[in-house]
């Protein structure tokens, strides 16, 4: 091995969990656009990183500084919490200096997840995020837009949709600055809006017609079922849903000017930018 080959094998470089997803394959590409050393840590990362195998997760540690930690499927599920305590833990033996987790807003469970990061003895920054704009256009509600009926159990209650790339950026600061050691940010768009009103905004981005009809947890999750979801998972996700859309995230947070002196990104802005990728374009 000569002395550069040596030197690159023990480079301390930024571990991205969740990596080719939403808000990890963009903390993954702002780090790389900075010339920082990245592993991408999921199912199909070299090495391979499945959180349902913890011995897959000793190898992906190796020379590890820092690492994002986005779980799957949701913090909330059964599990997660006894998962997060023992990769936390793993990480900060195997030499890892920095977490920072990405979380969910009003979720009980996911809280206990934040605790065993902050009890880690990492360096730990929380990332206790809304409703992602993204989901329409990236996750679940991606067909139904396509469908043009969003049939969703939110009722009428008002949620501040926040901008991946928001995340994303306040994850990198988090990673990569000292000032975010030990803060935990609720991070939320700059508006609160309606399942009808964010639908309406992407209907007119797009010039297609597309409504939110609101549906009961029930059918919801029925639904899912049909669609050949899991009974137990379509359960456990309808309970989630209803829980952080009964109104206790209604309010807006300041985390993303907190952690990056500016105001969130707008949800008018995603839906035109999302419009113009072309990623509406499909379907009926
Ligand atoms: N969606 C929301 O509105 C929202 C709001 C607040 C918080 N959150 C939280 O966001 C987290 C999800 O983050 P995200 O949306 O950025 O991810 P995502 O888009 O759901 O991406 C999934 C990522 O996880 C990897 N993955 C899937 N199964 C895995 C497994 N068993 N082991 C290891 N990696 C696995 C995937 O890669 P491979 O397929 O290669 O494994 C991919 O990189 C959840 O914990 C959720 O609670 C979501």
Redesign the pocket.
């Known amino acids: 091995m000569t002395e550069g080959m040596r030197e690159k094998a023990q480079e301390k470089t930024t571990l991205v ?8 394959r963009r903390v993954a590409e702002r780090l790389t656009a900075r010339g920082l050393p990245v592993r991408v ?5 070299e090495p391979p ?4 195998d913890p011995a897959t997760w000793e190898p992906v540690l190796r020379n590890v500084e820092s690492a994002y930690v ?7 599920f059964p599990g997660a919490a006894a998962a997060i305590r023992s990769f936390s833990e793993l990480a900060v033996r195997s030499g890892a200096r920095r977490l920072v987790l ?4 009003g979720e009980e469970e ?1 809280a206990i997840s934040e605790r065993a990061v902050r009890d880690s003895g990492a360096e730990w920054t929380i990332l206790r ?4 704009s993204q ?1 329409f256009s ?2 679940f509600l991606l067909e139904p837009v396509l469908g043009g009926e969003v049939a969703f159990p939110a009722a009428a209650v008002a949620e501040p949709f926040v901008d ?1 790339e928001d995340i994303a950026d306040v994850a990198v600061a988090a990673l990569t600055e000292d000032g975010h050691v030990g803060r935990l940010y609720e991070l939320t768009g700059r508006r609160l809006l309606t399942f009808a009103e964010a639908t309406a905004e992407i209907a007119e981005a797009t010039g297609r017609e597309v409504r939110y009809v609101p549906v009961t947890p029930e059918q919801y999750a029925s639904a899912l079922v049909e669609y050949d979801v899991p009974a137990d998972y379509a359960k456990l996700l309808t309970e989630l849903f209803a829980r952080v859309l009964d109104g206790r995230n209604a309010h807006l947070a300041d985390g993303v000017q907190r952690a990056l002196g500016r105001e969130p990104r707008d949800f008018a802005d995603y839906a035109r930018d999302t419009a113009a990728t072309g990623v509406w374009d499909g379907g009926r």
Do not use: I, M
């Open positions: 969990l969740g990596g080719t997803g939403k808000t990890g840590g999921s199912r199909s990362g990183f499945d959180w349902d986005a779980y799957q499927p949701d913090l909330a990405l979380s969910g807003r996911a995020a809304s409703w992602f989901n990236e996750h991946v």
